[in-house]
């Protein structure tokens, strides 16, 4: 277990959690540097407060010794008004040992305290001062009585009227009492330290909290006052008699009761220091123990999950491709770690065994077909070849060969789908043989059915073959190769030739036809217009001639209707020339001779014409303008017969690079399909008519209609511009 892959990682896991166990020490550590500096702070601050409660005291002390000094019986010495005066100070301001009146020759006229107890006299100097000055006197600190507390004495001289000292008034002040009376003090310090304040000899003289029951103040710890004795520093740490650890930190201020430097040192066990630190550090070691104990909990799953499973899974698989089940997999997904990589190589091996297994059974399948098609080679007519998935030749029949004018090359000299002959589209280009059928088959594994092309003998010539490709499959459906047939249409090629020939000579002999008949119809309008037309306008000049003579009276009225029967003739014959040839079509070109046919077969139905013509840049050739005015004109007469419209448009302009005519109108449509099964079978020869004359110029024509749509006829005609004459 202990070698095992899951201690392993554990192990990382607590390794992995050191660093956090350094820093939690660490961060207490900076705790409690910042507790002790926040310490040393509050002395600071603390010694403030002191400056500051001395300053109120001394202050309050002036004013109650001025009060005393300008009271009547403390001038006038009056020991009984004296002691009644003493007693209502002292009864309202708390925090004075004792308060008296001396005399000026040093007796006592009055005080609260007996003066006769062993240290209860004040300091003599401040009398002496307090006569010399004649202001405000301080002493020094003194025990006091029996309690050997210390206390500084004030003094204050009293004066009459003319500036002349009769008394001094004193006061002696307990520096315990100022430190107690600080409110602020009391905030600033924890129940656990203390302050004490020693003179420049080392004696207590003040502290807070004031000791409970003792009359004397405790003496200072002696390992305390030789270490700050030892040197410049500002915190010391020692042991009580408890033997706990207590840190001090002291600082030197100018007392203004004492008149001269103190030391004040600020004391707390350390316990009560760094509570705050201690229980943040006790905190954060709880939650970095639940952090280590979480970490182990998803070490000890995630690597059931992330590694052991995998590692599980690769022996699980290893054993069954010991065992010779190919197909399987570990199932892991490939990724970019280790064990992904693993896997992923460990499925490309077992892939590898597995196709090389595949072709083992393919090459055993390969043969065993080979073996059942050459046994049917020799019976198909036609050239049949099989080629593997690679596109090698592997069997032929006799057909093939004949048809390839030479035997297929080696398989294994590399060239695949036949390398020896030469391939060619049905146009005459080269073919590569990558793009063959047989290629197309082997790459896409779809069949290719009747594929026209032309195999290039050695001797130069070229066979026209329809090709079909039929992929071959193993019994798993994978592709082990391909089936051709090539069949020779060489037949069938000269006969196309030979229909492709008679239709050539059959359109030549409609185009032709088409141009003499319309040189004939140009003949007749032309004989009409010159010799009918100019007969018989003379015969028409003629009878208004006999009309106009004198012996004519008689003979008008057959003279008129002779006349106007010539008139009917002459415009029929007029008509029937137009019809037959326009002139306006070779004197002006097409779009004067269509707008005027276009308003003509308007005016004579009743119908809304409209024309709407692109200007050409020059005249076509004339037989395309004959078959683009013809189409119209059979698209207007169908119009005018069958269309049974009240509006017809015919526009004429350039689209494509080609001249496109529509012919559209409003009429009642047609069955387009109908109608040429129709014209097909004879009834309609309209139709016929205009696809004609539209093929024999290389144009084309297109019908859109529908019963009750109207219908519009599109015909397309090339370009071809009339050249320049001499």
């Not at 550590?29 to 702070?41: H, I």
């Not at 009644?84 to 009864?91: G, K, M, Q």
């Not at 001269?260 to 705050?276: C, N, W, Y």
């Not at 306008?537 to 012996?551: I, R, Y």
Request: glycine fraction near 8%; include cysteine; hydrophobic fraction near 40%.
């Amino acid at each position: 277990m202990l070698s095992g892959l899951r201690f392993r990682l554990l192990a990382l896991v607590v390794v992995a959690c050191i660093p956090l166990v350094a820093l939690t020490l660490h961060t207490a550590s900076a705790a409690r540097r910042r507790e002790r500096a926040a310490w040393n702070q509050r002395l600071h601050r603390i010694q403030e407060l002191a400056n500051a409660q001395e300053a109120r005291v001394l202050d309050q002390t002036r004013q109650v010794l001025l009060a005393l000094s300008e009271a009547a019986p403390v001038r006038s010495r009056n020991e009984s008004g004296c002691h009644r005066i003493l007693n209502e100070v002292f009864a309202n301001h708390g925090g004075y040992v004792n308060i008296g009146v001396l005399g000026t020759n040093g007796e006592v006229l009055a005080s609260i305290r007996p003066l006769e107890e062993a240290g209860s006299r004040p300091d003599a100097r401040i009398f002496r001062r307090a006569l010399q000055t004649r202001g405000i006197a301080m002493g020094q600190f003194r025990p006091d009585g029996e309690s050997a507390r210390p206390v500084v004495d004030i003094g204050y001289p009293a004066m009459d009227r003319r500036h002349e000292v009769q008394a001094v008034v004193f006061a002696a002040l307990d520096p315990d009492w100022c430190a107690a009376s600080q409110s602020d003090l009391k905030q600033q310090l924890p129940p656990a330290a203390s302050v004490t304040e020693l003179d420049e000899t080392g004696t207590v003289i003040a502290g807070y909290p004031p000791p409970k029951g003792a009359q004397t103040r405790p003496r200072l710890n002696e390992a305390l006052r030789h270490a700050m004795q030892d040197g410049p520093q500002d915190t010391v740490t020692t042991r009580n008699a408890k033997g706990l650890s207590v840190w001090h930190a002291f600082a030197v201020r100018h007392s203004q009761l004492l008149g001269a430097d103190v030391v004040t040192v600020l004391s707390i066990p350390e316990e009560a220091l760094f509570v705050s630190a201690n229980h943040q550090l006790e905190r954060n070691l709880i939650w970095l123990g639940i952090a280590v104990g979480l970490a182990l909990a998803l070490g000890w799953a995630g690597s059931d999950v992330l590694i052991l499973r995998p590692m599980r899974a690769l022996v699980r698989a290893s054993a069954r491709l010991g065992a010779g089940d190919l197909s399987t997999r570990t199932g892991l997904p490939h990724g970019q770690n280790e064990l992904g990589r693993l896997s992923q190589a460990f499925d490309q091996m077992a892939e590898a065994l597995q196709v090389r297994e595949q072709q083992r059974q393919l090459a055993e399948e390969t043969l065993e077909t080979r073996d059942a098609v050459m046994r049917q080679l020799p019976l198909f007519p036609a050239a049949v070849c099989v080629c593997d998935q690679f596109g090698a030749v592997q069997l032929y029949n006799r057909a093939a060969v004949e048809l390839w004018g030479c035997e297929p090359p080696d398989p294994h000299a590399g060239q695949s789908y036949c390398g020896s002959y030469l391939l060619f589209h049905p146009d005459g280009t080269p073919m590569p043989h990558a793009e063959s059928p047989m290629a197309e088959a082997l790459r896409t594994g779809r069949q290719v059915q009747n594929r026209e092309l032309a195999v290039g003998r050695p001797d130069g010539t070229r066979v026209p073959v329809l090709a079909s490709v039929v992929p071959m499959r193993d019994g798993d459906g994978g592709l082990i190769g391909a089936v051709s047939c090539l069949q020779d249409i060489s037949e069938r090629k000269r006969a196309e030739e030979r229909l492709q020939e008679s239709h050539d000579k059959l359109q030549l002999m409609s185009r032709r036809l088409v141009e003499s008949q319309e040189t004939e119809r140009r003949h007749i309008a032309r004989e009409l217009h010159d010799e009918v037309g100019q007969t018989l306008t003379v015969a028409e000049m003629n009878l208004q001639a006999v009309m106009n003579s004198p012996n004519a009276a008689r003979l008008r009225e057959h003279l008129n209707e002779s006349l106007q029967a010539v008139g009917r003739v002459l415009g029929q014959v007029r008509d029937l020339s137009l019809s037959l040839r326009p002139s306006l079509l070779d004197d002006l070109g097409l779009e004067p001779a269509l707008r005027w046919y276009t308003r003509q077969q308007a005016g004579l139905t009743g119908l809304q014409a409209a024309f709407d013509a692109e200007p050409l840049p020059d005249r076509l050739e004339p037989v395309i303008e004959t078959a683009c005015f013809r189409v119209a004109q059979e698209a207007l007469t169908n119009v005018v017969r069958h269309a049974s419209a009240r509006r017809v448009a015919v526009t004429l302009h350039q689209a494509d690079g080609r001249l496109h005519l529509v012919v559209r109108d409003d009429g009642v449509g047609f069955d387009v399909e109908a109608l040429r099964q129709q014209a097909v079978q004879g009834a309609s020869l309209g139709l016929l008519s205009m696809e004609e004359r539209a093929t024999l110029v290389e144009g084309c024509l297109q019908l859109k209609s529908a019963p009750g749509e109207g219908t519009e006829v599109h015909a397309w005609f090339p370009l071809k511009w009339r050249a320049p004459q001499d």
